[in-house]
């Protein structure tokens, strides 16, 4: 197994640790390898492109197994961000990716005794359209998962937990957003800025979001709690639900726009949806669409989760509250007016 110390100790008496985070270039990856270099531990990134963090980097894509193994060797835990995520490309893209890059990445640490994974997942994998109110981690299911996203994550999930790793911990962090973020952030601003924003329904359902600092935080809470915690599944969240309609707000404001939204009934959305994504398929466009089916739910439908399970089993607190990310965001797009 794994050496336990790099060489050291943290305040707090932890010995420090050599960690591998994948996709490293993601804001997500990035920020969980900026939180544990800078307390001490030795980081080394994988991804396709250079980050230009200063970490030690292997490029190299999540299932080219050799490299994956090479990556893996001598470190005592993976923190496994990589993912296809968006609604654009095959379902064979998204099984590459996420389910067989998972079972690459899993293989690789039980050939070297790596004892410690965090998983990163989404609550997707457990959404079927209905709504989810003040609910845990629903189990992950690929069956009833909506979108080709939602169905690899959940499958790349389940290996995870079944595998031999000896202290597995699963995290599904939910609407991560934050300066710079380009999934949720831009493109709603991109998409107000072209007069093509509006309310699916009324804007009432209420969802929970993740400010970044508060996602990565947690990540390493799980990581340090690994060898406690193997097996658990977590939904992590600001535990703030707010209307669709006072998020997207806040997010203009934020960005400096000022527009009224107009509203589009739910079931004309999910048609529009629906069309969409039969044209996109059929003409390979590697751009993101209008509208899709999976989008018209989330924001149509409520999806918030009872944190209280979550924060005593990881011992962790979001630090930064959604007034306080808000105020950040202002701030990130006012220096770059």
Same mark, same amino acid.
């Given at each position: 197994?794994?050496?336990?110390?790099?060489?050291?100790?943290?305040?707090?008496?932890?010995?420090?640790?050599?960690?591998?985070?994948?996709?490293?270039?993601?804001?997500?990856?990035?920020?969980?390898?900026?939180?544990?270099?800078?307390?001490? +531990?030795?980081?080394?990134?994988l991804?396709?492109?250079?980050?230009?963090?200063?970490?030690?980097?292997?490029?190299?894509d999540?299932? +080219?197994? +050799?490299?994956?193994?090479?990556?893996?060797?001598?470190?005592?835990?993976?923190?496994?961000?990589?993912?296809?995520?968006?609604?654009?490309?095959?379902?064979?893209?998204?099984?590459?990716?996420?389910?067989?890059?998972?079972?690459?990445?899993?293989?690789?640490?039980?050939?070297?005794?790596?004892?410690?994974?965090?998983?990163?997942?989404?609550?997707?994998?457990?959404?079927?359209?209905?709504?989810?109110?003040?609910?845990?981690?629903?189990?992950?299911?690929?069956?009833?998962?909506?979108?080709?996203?939602?169905?690899?994550?959940?499958?790349?999930?389940?290996?995870?937990?079944?595998?031999?790793?000896?202290?597995?911990?699963?995290?599904?962090?939910?609407?991560?957003?934050?300066?710079?973020?380009?999934?949720?952030?831009?493109?709603?601003?991109?998409r107000?800025?072209?007069?093509?924003?509006?309310?699916?329904?009324?804007?009432?359902?209420?969802?929970?979001?993740?400010?970044?600092?508060?996602?990565?935080?947690a990540?390493?809470?799980?990581?340090?709690?690994?060898?406690?915690?193997?097996? @658990?599944?977590?939904?992590?969240?600001?535990?703030?639900?707010?209307t669709?309609? @006072?998020?997207?707000?806040?997010?203009?404001?934020?960005?400096?726009?000022?527009?009224?939204?107009?509203?589009?009934?739910?079931?004309?959305?999910?048609?529009?949806?629906?069309?969409? @994504?039969?044209?996109?398929?059929?003409?390979?466009?590697?751009?993101?669409?209008?509208?899709?089916?999976?989008?018209?739910e989330?924001?149509?439908?409520?999806?918030?989760?009872d944190?209280?399970?979550?924060?005593?089993?990881?011992?962790?607190?979001?630090?930064?509250?959604?007034?306080?990310?808000?105020?950040?965001?202002?701030?990130?797009?006012?220096?770059?007016?």
């Amino acid at each position: 197994m794994g050496r336990r110390c790099v060489g050291g100790q943290r305040s707090n008496g932890a010995a420090l640790m050599r960690v591998l985070v994948t996709g490293g270039t993601s804001m997500l990856g990035a920020s969980v390898a900026r939180i544990l270099s800078e307390r001490g +531990d030795q980081v080394t990134l994988l991804q396709r492109s250079p980050s230009g963090s200063g970490l030690r980097e292997i490029l190299s894509d999540i299932t +080219d197994a +050799d490299a994956v193994s090479a990556a893996v060797a001598n470190h005592h835990a993976v923190v496994h961000c990589a993912a296809r995520v968006g609604v654009v490309g095959s379902a064979a893209d998204f099984e590459r990716t996420n389910v067989t890059g998972t079972r690459v990445l899993i293989e690789a640490m039980v050939r070297h005794g790596v004892e410690r994974l965090v998983h990163v997942s989404s609550p997707s994998v457990a959404h079927s359209g209905a709504a989810l109110v003040g609910v845990g981690a629903q189990p992950a299911d690929p069956a009833t998962a909506r979108g080709h996203y939602s169905r690899t994550k959940a499958a790349a999930e389940l290996l995870a937990l079944a595998s031999d790793v000896p202290a597995v911990v699963v995290i599904r962090p939910h609407l991560v957003w934050g300066p710079g973020d380009t999934q949720l952030i831009g493109r709603i601003v991109d998409r107000a800025r072209a007069g093509r924003m509006a309310l699916i329904g009324n804007g009432t359902a209420l969802i929970d979001t993740t400010y970044i600092d508060n996602a990565a935080d947690a990540l390493v809470h799980a990581l340090d709690r690994a060898p406690q915690l193997r097996g @658990e599944c977590l939904v992590v969240s600001n535990g703030e639900p707010r209307t669709v309609a @006072e998020l997207i707000e806040r997010i203009l404001r934020a960005a400096g726009i000022s527009t009224r939204l107009r509203s589009v009934p739910a079931s004309a959305a999910r048609g529009a949806g629906a069309a969409a @994504e039969k044209v996109w398929s059929a003409t390979s466009r590697d751009d993101d669409p209008p509208m899709t089916r999976f989008l018209a739910e989330q924001l149509s439908t409520a999806h918030w989760f009872d944190q209280r399970r979550t924060r005593d089993l990881l011992e962790w607190q979001p630090q930064v509250t959604l007034t306080e990310g808000f105020e950040r965001l202002a701030q990130w797009y006012a220096e770059r007016a």
